[in-house]
């Protein structure tokens, strides 16, 4: 599944816009050589379900002459229902061995059918339950989830080098623009437009995610609904523009209501991590990403309500740039993460 040296081109295609990001070797880092951005229209793209390819291989075309980028070898990203991510516990066993006993071992904890799925593996090292056990990062897809993907991308002229996934392109960017304490947990939230991803870092380590299928999507549809107007003014009246003779100060509690609602869904994932997991240690920071995290008000509200420090994952943080404020704005932590990867990257 992860991929065929060089580096890629990261396209991440959201449900509300598609993005393109190339990087470069910059001294010691990176530099951020060509960005773009490219809006998608309404529902060509629901629950992470493509229901318009062909629209959205025409956008990517269309972003790829605007920016100006040649290549097309790109690393792209899928989330949602269709994957599983686990942390699973097994007998020592040489890598080799474990390509062989894969399917028999995740068998016991993918939901789907195994023959429906592609799986792929990283030995994370000696498990804490006890000697002559390894701890196994465990992926699977389903297979057609991935063939939409990958059919989408070679629709759109490209070749995907690598399908990876949105909770390890998030973490990639937060590793390399954060500097990582390796015994601190850290929940890491992409709040996007249709949905949210929470990931549990433990140290770099990727210790738990979830996705959830609420985002910035549900503020708009809110507003929408409530006041009687259109998706253009009530994405205004939600980034905190007056419109369509409504103040923004009308639509806060419309917005905190949805925020409870979010709130609720992440609360209950971060219940479900304590629950099912032997880490003794607390949560100490939470960091958000996404283009919802820049909500007003917004991390001062996950903040109360979880007792914890927010802050905002800046993807471009310890990345060499020369874009403007309101391009800033539009990159994403998955974009990068994905522009930071190489053929030939597991």
Known sequence: ???????????????????VAVLEAHGEGY????????PLEPEVIVD?????PQKIAQTIRELFAQVGVRGKHVAVSVAGLSIIVKNIHI???TEAELEVSIQWEAEQYIPFDISDVNLDFQILGPSSRGSGQMEVLLVAVKRDKLQEYTSLVSEAGLKPAIVDVDSFALANCFEHNHVVNPNQLVALIDIGAGATNLNIMDGTKLAFTRDMMIGGNQYTLAIQKELGIGFEEAEALKRGQDTAGVGHDEVVPILEKVSEEIFSEILRSLEFFKATTQHEAAIEKVVVTGGCSRLPGLLDFLSDRLGLEVERLDPLRAID??????EQDMVSAVVIGLGLRKVGDR
């Open 31 to 38: 530099a951020l050589r060509r960005f773009g951005s490219r």
């Open 1 to 19: 599944m992860f991929g065929s040296r060089g580096q890629l081109i990261g396209l991440d295609i959201g449900t509300h816009a598609v993005k």
């Open 321 to 326: 740039h020369n874009l403007s404020r309101e």
């Open 91 to 93: 007998p020592e066993m």
């Open 48 to 52: 992470r379900a493509i229901m318009d």
